[in-house]
């Protein structure tokens, strides 16, 4: 009398213990890319809901020099993970969050590999949509993200700029750019194509304000769709404002590769 019961619970319990197992992980998640036989760890954001029935757009952010190191979990702490865990529900996306080791910066090239990696390799892990490709950084990842603007040309779908520039202060022991128009040669390597969105604090004693000012002045002269906000009184931490602000990712996720190929014709 018992075997039947026992029997279908049994055939139940395989039907849904596959099913479990495949069930997608979200949220902030541990990750490792390997570069030329080093390690980086990295973290990547997946919404609640994610499924691959379809296409999710992908972020690569790039955070300040604050968070440097190789615990794989600072970067998440300032910027767009703060934003993400007080507004998840803004932000529908694959974010991919590479850590920049200490002492170098965003532009090196070791450094920029890693990021570059840990984006393709999310691209691979999850259904994400080659047309809607985004990059952000604030601070020295603001620097990282004009920097791989201008080197991978038609590779994002659309930037968000935070307290970034082209010409690091002394302070910061940064390279900076050669030539006399650095803010012209950046904007002519960004392209006018590229849909841009730039913020920074009007009183910022770290990154002067006129870095993005004279950048987005530069991109406005070659016809570029560039945004500007700049808020006023508010010193270096502008990306706490910008991230929070709804329209900011509404923005951002409703920009398409596509669409710029259209204007660019």
């Known amino acids: 009398m018992n075997r039947i019961p026992w029997a279908l619970a049994a055939s139940l319990a395989l039907f849904t213990f596959p099913a479990a197992a495949q069930r ?22 997946v919404p609640a809901d994610y499924s691959a ?27 767009i993970g703060t934003a993400i865990r007080a507004h998840a529900d803004r932000y529908h996306a694959i974010i991919v969050m590479p850590q920049c080791r200490k002492n170098v910066f965003w532009q090196a090239p070791e450094m920029e590999a890693q990021a570059l990696a840990s984006l393709a390799q999310s691209v691979k892990e999850f259904r994400t949509d080659p047309d809607r490709v985004y990059i952000t950084g604030l601070s020295m990842g603001g620097y990282g993200s004009w920097a791989l603007l201008q080197e991978y040309p038609g590779k994002f779908a659309a930037a968000v700029v935070i307290c970034g520039g082209i010409v690091p202060p002394p302070s910061a022991k940064m390279p900076a750019p ?15 194509t590229v849909p841009l969105w730039v913020f920074h604090g009007g009183a910022d004693p770290v990154v002067p304000v006129t870095e993005s000012r004279q950048m987005v002045e530069a991109l406005k002269a070659l016809g570029s769709n560039v945004k500007y906000t700049e ?22 996720f409703s920009q398409t590769l596509s669409s710029q190929k259209v204007s660019a014709r």
């Open 24 to 45: 997608q992980e979200t949220g902030f998640l541990d990750r490792t890319v390997t570069v030329e036989g080093v390690p980086y760890r990295y973290q990547v954001y």
């Open 53 to 79: 029935d379809k296409k999710w757009p992908i972020v690569l952010f790039l955070h300040g020099a604050g968070e440097r190191g190789e615990d794989g979990l600072a970067q998440t702490n300032v910027g």
């Open 178 to 192: 050669p030539g006399a128009d650095p803010y012209g040669d950046a904007a002519k390597k960004v392209g006018a």
């Open 231 to 252: 808020y006023e009184g508010v010193l270096h931490d502008s990306w706490v404002k910008a991230y929070a602000d709804a329209e900011m990712p509404a923005w951002l």
